[in-house]
């Protein structure tokens, strides 16, 4: 049973949930050898719930998870950002089957700690809808997240050093950005930040919304992303249009319907949409937001882009080159920006799309910080 801790200012329970073995690891990377390299440690896996900041401004309880290699010498703390999905089955914090602590393990495997948020919207809270590449509300997850995955550690008695990393991809880049940003606004946290990897994120949020919205002929690379993405900001910004002002039917339906409120992978989501944006969203909502009329819509937008960023820690981008999903100009134009900047290194990844990414981010990162 989860053990409740009254002495602490933001974590608020805990429980082992699992462990995971070497051997699992490298057969669920299919025993690659590159990733064989980075496997030397079984983990185990606790779930956790914490006290962060709701949509409200209200206090709220979150979850997230926390791997531990069992491996005395314990690397560094990592927080890994987790990138988009759509079934409640996966989240850190749940962890069934193939899920997000599948895929973000091997860092743990190397022997860091890993700190994995659910975010808003999941595991404790998921009875609410995820603000998607929503900043204020990922900063909040991410960051409480931290300061309760270090409270955990000092009730645990695991010695660690004091360097912290971060790291995530696609959404979890997003989110890694927006909390890196937020820390280094700030300095009175117990940990010190080294470095972060930033991989496939759509930074300039309204850029990449206009993106796929001038063209809806042009086939997108995550429809189920582009719809979850309106339903939510719709909800979270409460402009309340129905779905059918959105959508065509019958897809306004099946999303009003709660498509996208968790009982769904993302594979099933799709069966249930069309692949074209042509034939899912409703050209007069497109059309509206040209001209002008959408101003919740477009204020928003400009609330949540946050690629106007300069970053004072070492900081690693890559981006997929025919990335379909967050259109590779994101990180092109956060690299042109910091030209000049000492501490960023841009990796474009050639040939590459947005899924097939994510390893090759994955093993590129793990290198990167190694140098410290």
């Given at each position: ?29 299919g ?54 999905y ?14 997000v ?9 190397n ?75 700030k300095?009175?946290?117990p ?6 990897s ?160 994510i ?14």
């Amino acid at each position: 049973l989860p053990q409740p801790l009254p002495d602490f200012e933001v974590l608020q329970s805990f429980e082992e949930a699992g462990k995971i073995t070497k051997e699992e690891f490298r057969a669920y990377w299919g025993n690659n050898d590159t990733a064989n390299v980075y496997i030397q440690n079984d983990v185990t896996i606790y779930r956790m719930t914490y006290q962060s900041t709701g949509l409200d401004g209200k206090p709220i309880t979150l979850s997230g998870a926390i791997l531990i290699p069992k491996n005395k010498a314990v690397k560094s703390v990592m927080a890994i950002q987790h990138a988009t999905y759509f079934a409640d089955s996966e989240t850190p914090s749940v962890n069934q089957g193939f899920s997000v602590v599948t895929r973000k393990s091997i860092f743990a495997a190397n022997g860091y700690i890993v700190f994995l948020p659910d975010y808003h919207g999941y595991g404790a809270d998921a009875a609410n809808i995820h603000p998607y590449h929503h900043a204020e509300s990922l900063r909040y997850a991410s960051k409480d997240m931290l300061l309760a995955g270090y409270e955990f550690l000092q009730h645990q008695e695991i010695k660690i050093d004091s360097k912290l990393f971060l790291a995530g991809y696609s959404e979890g880049a997003y989110a890694t950005a927006a909390l890196q940003q937020s820390l280094e606004s700030k300095t009175d946290f117990p940990f010190t930040l080294i470095a972060s990897s930033l991989g496939s994120g759509a930074y300039n949020l309204k850029a990449t919304f206009e993106a796929f919205t001038s063209d809806i002929t042009q086939p997108f690379g995550c429809v189920p992303c582009n719809a979850f993405f309106l339903q939510s900001y719709n909800e979270v910004y409460s402009i309340n249009y129905s779905m059918s002002d959105y959508f065509l039917s019958p897809y306004d339906q099946r999303i009003a319907d709660g498509l996208f409120l968790g009982n769904f992978d993302a594979t099933a989501i799709a069966q249930q949409l069309t692949d074209e944006g042509a034939t899912l969203f409703k050209p007069s909502f497109i059309q509206h937001y040209y001209q002008g009329k959408e101003v919740n819509w477009e204020n928003a937008l400009t609330e949540n882009s946050i690629h106007d960023w300069q970053p004072k820690h070492p900081t690693f981008i890559t981006h997929n080159e025919q990335d379909k999903v967050a259109p590779f100009f994101n990180s092109q134009a956060l690299a042109e920006l910091n030209q000049r900047n000492g501490n960023v290194q841009f990796l474009p990844i050639p040939n590459t799309n947005h899924f097939d990414g994510i390893f090759q981010w994955g093993i590129l990162t793990m290198e990167y910080f190694g140098q410290f």
